[in-house]
């Protein structure tokens, strides 16, 4: 297996999953890869293990460089288990390995997922461990977006294993953020954050602050390219997404069940361009959730279309109404709109999801019934042209 060396001593270990397609029910068009770090000195400590399917390739790797029995550390950053998953593996190897993860939620979990058996080391925000001529310093990251989370330093590399912060799910045989096409693994850095940590904004501004005192060289996520050249870039990204920095945006995100619906997400989307904001249009029929979520996470606006299905919004919107509730993004301006036939319920429960979530209503709901003329059409475009 290639082993690839992030500095002398340091090697990433971890596994690529090229053919996956969907992770945390999201898609996850370019793949995905497992993080995993050796650090070969007086003492071997391996940052992180791998989904517990790639455990064999972690080995094979490891193998590479030493023996995997000569591991005297495993630093569990985050119990979930594309992370922790291949404990057991390594253990069945390097029987005398500590695991050091944080206290005390960190232990708790691994116990429930692999038991009391191993030999476990709790640390603290501030905590270091000597591994000879360098040392790992451990800072608490709780709720970013597990409460056990933590992120180990490297103070004489100037090396930040980051855990999930800064990650992003791109497959590469490169793994530098300088030898792949950077736009590309941007864009998935904001599709990760927007559907695993969106709902941890105030976590991540904390981290943030963290992280900008320390010295840093590489960020090496657990997710994803390894950032030595682009650090600027990655941190602006992520101090815009945790203050909720939203672009002159438009989403008009819809479903439709004769096109009437649709119609007016036209007249909708005809509006916003005509006062000048870049807008997109997503049919929930035919747009992945996890892809919508990753363009509100910088759109200003969000115009939610549904007709009426017998009393109530349809199984399409009713999943992504559930999701935006789970991820709850913040600073949204919108409306609700839709066609009908009879009772025409939906558009005032889409308003009160908006409404529930935060969101600046700027429009009351638009309600057609049955097909919209061109003269309802045409006043749709002009009242969101007027906003």
Known sequence: MNTTMLKPGIYFVGAVDWNARTFHGYSVSRGVTYNAYLIVDEKIALIDTVKKEFAGELLDRIS???????IDYIIS????????GSI??????AKDAIIVTSAPNGKKGLIAHYGASYQYQE????????????????????????????????PEEKILFSNDAFGQHYTSYHHFDDEVDLAGVLDEARHYYANILMPYGSQAKKALSVVEGLDIEMIAPSHGIIWRSHIKDIMEEYNKYANNITDDYALVVYDTMWHSTEKMAHSVAEGFAKRGTRVKLLDLNVNELSDIMKELQIAKYLAVGCPTLDSYITPNMGAFLTYMKCLAPKGKKGFAFGSYGWGGQSIGVVNQHLQDLGVEIILDPIKINYVPSKDQLLEIENMVASL
């Not at 950053?77 to 922790?84: A, G, K, L, P, T």
């Open 64 to 70: 590479e460089i030493v023996d995997p029995s000569k």
């Open 123 to 154: 640390v603290r925000a501030g905590d270091s461990l000597s591994l000879g001529k360098r040392s790992l310093q451990f800072v608490g990251t709780p709720m970013l977006h597990w409460p056990d989370n933590m992120v180990t330093y490297c």
């Open 77 to 84: 950053n985050h119990v979930e288990i594309d992370h922790s």
């Open 88 to 93: 057991p593996a390594v253990m069945e190897v």
